[in-house]
């Protein structure tokens, strides 16, 4: 079955140290991930996305991942917290079996709080 | 250019009866897809529509219907609501349907059945 799972509820960092935020997945085929963030009582933004390529991909926000086949993750990472940066992070990856729609499987979401 | 709005923003409703939600997705854009969240999971796949056809649909009951019309905006309606369909729902739009295609989301609707 195609899955992701995000392993961490919670993650906590303090300001200017360096953040992940862990993603696996389980699917068929080559992946295509996505990154998302929602602030409280907001909709999701879209922070990158893998489809092929280079393994690490740059997004919005000074966020980048690494996607690694072999350990089959997609981890979010950022050099320097901030404050801002504190909200729900949520990883997604296409579901590509054709009856499926290939709709996008979610995570259940990882909670940063980032500490000043 | 505007990002996908959705409308209404808040709504509060009792069992039974109906509700319409609005979105309109940024402009270019031709598919949009439907989502349930649940305080505390993940978005959960209702509908998509691609030039005004259905492309794909989740594990939702048959209360739950959608249109696309010809200016892409969208419509969901859900019958008979019931208490379980309290949630945030999300408008999300893309350039087309394929896998690649980045979807990007409107605030939602916050619905709350009474």
């Not at chain 1, 950022?78 to 949520?90: G, H, R």
Request: overall charge positive.
């Amino acid at each position: 079955a195609q899955s992701v799972a995000q392993p961490e509820d919670q993650v906590n960092v303090a300001e200017g140290n360096p953040l992940t935020v862990k993603c696996t997945y389980s699917v068929s085929g080559n992946p295509y991930l996505f990154w998302y963030v929602q602030y409280p009582n907001r909709g999701l933004q879209f922070l990158l996305k893998y489809i092929t390529g280079d393994n690490l991909v740059k997004g919005s926000y000074g966020f980048e991942a690494e996607f690694n086949k072999s350990q089959t993750s997609f981890h979010l990472k950022k050099p320097s917290a901030l404050v801002s940066d504190s909200a729900l992070y949520f990883c997604a990856v296409r579901d590509m079996h054709a009856g499926n729609n290939r709709k996008l499987i979610w995570g259940l979401g990882t909670s940063l709080a980032v500490n000043p | 250019d505007a990002g996908v709005t959705q409308s209404p923003t808040h709504l509060i409703k009792t069992r039974g009866q109906h509700v319409t939600l609005r979105c309109s997705p940024i402009s270019g854009h031709k598919s949009v897809s439907w989502y349930q969240q649940v305080l505390g999971q993940g978005p959960q796949f209702i509908f998509q529509y691609y030039e005004k056809e259905e492309r794909g649909r989740g594990n939702f009951p048959d209360r739950f219907s959608a249109r696309q019309f010809p200016n892409y905006s969208s419509e969901l309606n859900v019958n008979a609501l019931l208490l379980g369909d309290s949630a945030l729902y999300l408008c999300a739009s893309s350039r087309g349907s394929r896998e690649a295609d980045t979807q990007y989301f409107g605030p939602g609707t916050r619905l709350t059945v009474l």
